[in-house]
């Protein structure tokens, strides 16, 4: 009897990935009764006819080891390709639905119009709402303050119900939510047609009205987003140009509406047109999603299934360990664990914990104090000074016109990318400010008509790319929810900004200080725009690093694997030599 090496191989496979490979050697059959055929020994290897037992036997020694070395290697390398299948396998499982990619272009075209007819009915009637602001004050003897108070809800709405639009969206669609919205804006401002006082005003024209622009708006600026990518600066200044054009057109219709109907006739006609917002829910047709309809559990089944081993062989027995019970979440967890899943699918909270996002955020809080004080104050400020009023409703015309043209042709340059948005969107708000602050300078109606056309134009160039910097600072898959809370927190400013303005206008008798309280809000707010851009290339030299770190790794791995290659080239050749000098 001559002990012959019996090659066991078993991997006990525990929750890190770690192998065992144990060899043992027993006593088999006695070899030197072996026929003419060839022979199968216990490790697996075909040793020849012909053999003398002492080289049968020193050949399977040594090539037993050789055996061990080789598949040492293969079974490590069989091991991490398996976590690392699983690891892909479950994150492609825990994705439910994978988006299409953006088509920017076809019926791409007919959610931009409806995106545009959105942004006219809504902050386009908000701009030009300010010539209705005299005729209230007069009717209900109030004072500015007062009157303003009914945008400053109406904005303050808008934003503080986008976080509930985006939910609505992603639980229902975005269609059904924009018709909703539609509904409820018509008949807010057709009830407030209706008003005893400003309290009911407050309540109809202000808070429906702006519940309803919310529920119309955000879903509608979200599903653009979606439908573009390449073109997506672009696409948002064509859309935003419809608040300009609608107030181009709506400030010199609502002063006829009014002379001809009164305020309250006017506001009837306001709520029937506003019904048009329903049509452009109607045109939002949702993108088709790819499903990948791979779960966690089946996901699990299917990798337990890879890793059983059938094989029946002397050759070794594959064993893997079930996981550490310790580390297997309990039915408690489980629940929460889903919870916050079902509850992130509809809105991101997550985004509060994002620096850029929270800095970018209190831009758009203190340039919520500068944006719509100007346009609600520019009538009243040029009534103040003698102009007629015709005439200064035709200063929110020459703005609107030149605030087309700055968001078309400065969301064409940002979509160049010559340089980066946020600080296109920076240089653009300083501009801003300072316009603001020469504004009192203006008392005539040429020198007001140059204001109006300077400020337009500044004032097209900031908004057309604020929102593709906030897709660009949390991406487009965050876009929906990114924006709900952006406008949540960008409510104290639309809020507190028109009433601001008009407690200084009461306090001084001059609308002037409006326009000063508006020009130093947007100079504070380009600080944090500064600020935003220091932190994104910190992150960009962060990522740089890190992927350079992840490079020099893959080499030195890389590397390994060549070492590995070449060693199981020598094993091979030591092999063939050692079956040379056996037969010899």
């Not at 008949?187 to 622009?213: D, K, W």
């Not at 045109?283 to 309809?293: C, D, G, V």
């Not at 346009?375 to 015709?390: D, H, M, N, Q, T």
């Not at 487009?476 to 927190?489: D, K, N, Y």
Request: with cysteine; proline share 3%.
């Amino acid at each position: 009897m001559s002990p012959s090496t019996h090659l066991g191989i078993q991997r006990k496979g525990d929750c890190k990935g770690s192998i065992q490979l144990l060899v043992c050697t027993c006593a088999s059959q006695n070899f030197t009764d072996f026929g003419q055929e060839d022979h199968v020994t216990s490790t697996g290897i075909n040793v020849p006819k012909g053999f003398e037992p002492a080289h049968r036997d020193l050949l399977l020694f040594r090539s037993s080891r050789l055996l061990l070395l080789g598949l040492t290697s293969e079974l490590w390398a069989e091991a991490v390709q398996i976590n690392m299948d699983s690891l892909k396998k479950v994150q492609r499982g825990r994705t439910a639905v994978a988006p299409t990619a953006a088509p920017d272009g076809g019926y791409a075209w007919f959610v931009l119009l409806s995106c545009f007819l959105v942004f006219g009915l809504t902050f386009g009637v908000i701009k030009s709402f300010g010539v209705f602001y005299v005729e209230i004050q007069q009717y209900f003897e109030t004072t500015a303050t007062g009157t303003s108070w009914i945008t400053s809800i109406a904005v303050a709405t808008i934003h503080v119900a986008a976080p509930v639009a985006s939910a609505l969206s992603a639980r229902c669609s975005h269609r059904s939510v924009v018709i909703t919205g539609g509904l409820i804006c018509s008949s807010g401002v057709m009830i407030g047609a209706y008003a005893n006082n400003v309290i009911e005003l407050y309540l109809t024209v202000g808070f429906l009205n702006g519940l309803g622009y919310a529920l119309t708006w955000t879903p509608t600026v979200t599903m653009l987003g979606l439908y573009f990518e390449r073109r997506r600066p672009l696409a948002n200044a064509l859309a935003s140009t419809g608040e300009c054009i609608f107030t181009y057109v709506l400030t010199p219709l609502f002063q006829l509406l009014i002379d001809t109907y009164t305020w309250r006739g006017a506001l009837l006609i306001l709520g029937a047109l506003q019904l048009n917002l329903c049509l452009c829910g109607m045109l939002l047709r949702p993108l088709k999603a790819t499903a990948e309809l791979t779960r966690v559990d089946e996901v699990e089944a299917e990798e337990t299934e890879e890793q059983r081993i059938c094989e029946g062989s002397d050759l070794g027995t594959v064993k893997v360990c079930p996981e550490d019970p310790e580390e297997i979440t309990d039915s408690k967890d489980s629940k929460t664990a889903e919870f916050r899943t079902r509850i992130l699918r509809y809105v991101d909270y997550t985004l509060i914990s994002n620096a850029q996002f929270m800095v970018y955020s209190m831009f758009g809080v203190f340039a919520a104090l500068g944006f719509f004080a100007p346009a609600l104050f520019l009538v009243p400020y040029a009534r103040s000074k003698g102009i007629e009023e015709y005439q200064a409703a035709a200063l929110m015309s020459i703005s609107a016109a030149l605030d087309v043209f700055g968001r078309v042709f400065f969301g064409w340059v940002a979509n160049l990318r010559l340089v980066e948005t946020v600080q296109q969107l920076t240089a653009t708000v300083i501009l801003l400010g300072s316009v603001l602050l020469l504004c009192p300078l203006a008392s005539s109606f040429s020198e007001l008509a140059a204001f109006s056309a300077a400020y337009g134009l500044v004032y097209g160039a900031a908004v057309s790319v604020h929102i593709t910097v906030l897709a660009e600072v949390v991406g487009v898959h965050r876009l929906g929810s990114a924006l709900g809370f952006f406008m949540l927190i960008r409510s104290g400013g639309g809020l507190l900004g028109p009433p601001i303005a008009g407690y200084f206008i009461d306090k001084m008798g001059n609308y002037g200080t409006g326009f000063i309280m508006a020009g130093v809000s947007l100079l504070v707010s380009a600080l944090f725009l500064l600020l935003l851009h220091q932190m994104t290339r910190r992150g960009q030299r962060s990522t740089k690093r890190n992927h350079n770190m992840q490079t020099d790794k893959m080499g030195q791995s890389l590397g390994g694997e060549v070492t590995d290659l070449s060693m199981k080239s020598k094993m091979e050749k030591y092999f063939l030599m050692l079956m040379e000098e056996s037969v010899t």
